[in-house]
């Protein structure tokens, strides 16, 4: 098992920015995720990153995140600029170790963290 722990979070305006970190315990991980969580809604990817560093994102969020993992610190990361207000959320950090079997589902990553809240004001 691998442990996620998520900071970061935190009180923004429009516009603003915030940087997401999520530290894991681990190095053998394949692929790490941002999820994200808002309050009557299913939790929703909001992108990856493989090893071998290729992203993807959702189209909510293109242009307006970045996500980048330094595997050497054990780290993930979620830079997010240009917030809406619609971005606020519990943001989560999830890994999947292997890639075998990974259809990219919610349900199939292995590990995520408790959360770190994002709220954006207007």
């Known amino acids: 098992q691998v442990q996620l722990v998520e900071s970061g979070g935190g009180l923004v305006q429009a516009g603003g920015s915030l940087r997401l970190s999520c530290a894991a315990s681990?190095?053998?991980?394949?692929?790490m995720g941002w999820y994200r969580q808002a309050p009557g809604k299913e939790r929703e990817l909001v992108g990856r990153?493989?090893?071998?560093?290729?992203?993807f994102y959702v189209d909510s969020v293109k242009g307006r995140f970045t996500i980048s993992r330094d595997d050497a610190k054990k780290m993930l990361y979620l830079q997010m600029n240009s917030l809406k207000p619609e971005d606020t959320a519990m943001y989560y950090c999830a890994a999947r170790r292997r890639l075998a079997s990974f259809g990219y589902k919610t349900d199939e990553w292995d590990d995520w963290g408790q959360g770190t809240q994002v709220t954006v004001s207007s």
């Open positions: 681990s190095r053998s991980i394949f692929a």
């Open positions: 990153i493989s090893n071998a560093g290729n992203t």
